[in-house]
């Protein structure tokens, strides 16, 4: 399915399906959304104040989604952040009015949940980073290429420099993925991808790395890495290891996973939770070239 580039003078709902927002960091990100010439609808219960953790109840949270969804003049749906919370209202969200006029939908982290679910329903999506981020001086070339992925039709290519774990080769195929949590947290759900014949890209942030390699053990086991055309590596950030050391590096840890498969890994690439965060279109189709020089992803 092909959704078209955005034009000014189109309308972006803003929502917060999972954590709390910081107000001040959406109203700046807001001011630079309009700077594009967009215009900006607002969830309704965005600021809900009532909730320690979660943006708002799971009904609001599903109300002002579902309103997004389904209306008619917003063009485009931006999560305001990640966190957690997206799952708690996923099975939910009646995609039937969407499908039939499919628009963009932005973030990432958390929002992994809902790219696998649109994937599902045969809809690209937008991995990138999130309107709270928007104004943070280290996001601003982040911010411009989801500027101009929504601006534009154009392949997005994201060049990752060499790491000595890579593995050489090249892989046509569709791109999913995102988060390494909520893949697997996906897994038994109706949600659940497919993922033979496909690029799998991966990023985690602040897990441990025994942790990591049960994530990765039970992505395996449940035939989810066998038949992969391709395994990209995003960021892997803030890792800790326990007191009793697990002695592998996070690339032994997961070239260890796919040591008896023949496809290309890499590792490196800029997406994930630090800057930069590149954008690419989720559920699209992709060539992943890598080198003893540099690996390269372009998604379509």
């Known amino acids: 399915m092909r959704i078209p580039p955005l034009r000014k003078g189109q309308t972006i709902g803003i929502v917060a399906p999972a954590r709390k927002v910081d107000h001040e960091k959406l109203r700046e990100g807001i001011r630079i959304v309009e700077s594009w010439g967009l215009k900006v609808e607002l969830g309704k219960y965005c600021f809900e104040k009532d909730n320690a953790y979660l943006a708002a109840t799971d009904a609001n949270r599903l109300s002002d989604f579902q309103h997004m969804l389904d209306s008619t003049t917003v063009d485009a749906i931006f999560c305001g952040r990640g966190g957690y919370g997206t799952t708690r209202i996923l099975d939910q969200l009646d995609f039937s009015t969407f499908i039939k006029h499919p628009k963009w939908i932005l973030g990432f982290s958390d929002i992994t949940a809902l790219h696998l679910k649109l994937h599902q329903l045969g809809v690209p999506s937008i991995h990138g980073c999130m309107p709270t981020q928007f104004s943070n001086p280290e996001y601003a070339v982040s911010v ?34 995102g988060n390494l949590s909520l893949v697997v947290d996906a897994l038994g759900t109706s949600t659940a991808p497919d993922t033979a014949g496909k690029i799998l890209l991966l990023e985690e942030v602040d897990e441990q790395l025994y942790k990591i390699d049960r994530m990765l053990t039970q992505l395996k086991r449940a035939g989810k890495l066998s038949q992969l055309a391709g395994l990209v590596i995003g960021h892997m950030t803030d890792l800790k290891d326990t007191e009793l050391p697990f002695n592998q590096t996070i690339e032994e840890l997961i070239m260890d996973k796919v040591s008896g498969f023949r496809y290309p890994v890499g590792f490196d690439f800029p997406i994930g939770h630090e800057a930069p965060n590149l954008p690419w279109r989720h559920s699209s189709t992709s060539r992943l070239v890598v080198t003893s020089e540099h690996s390269k992803l372009i998604v379509g």
């Open 144 to 177: 411009e290429h989801v500027k101009q992925l929504l601006f534009s039709a154009s392949p997005v290519e994201i060049v990752a420099a060499s790491n000595q774990h890579n593995r050489s080769g090249e892989a046509n195929g569709i791109i999913i993925g």
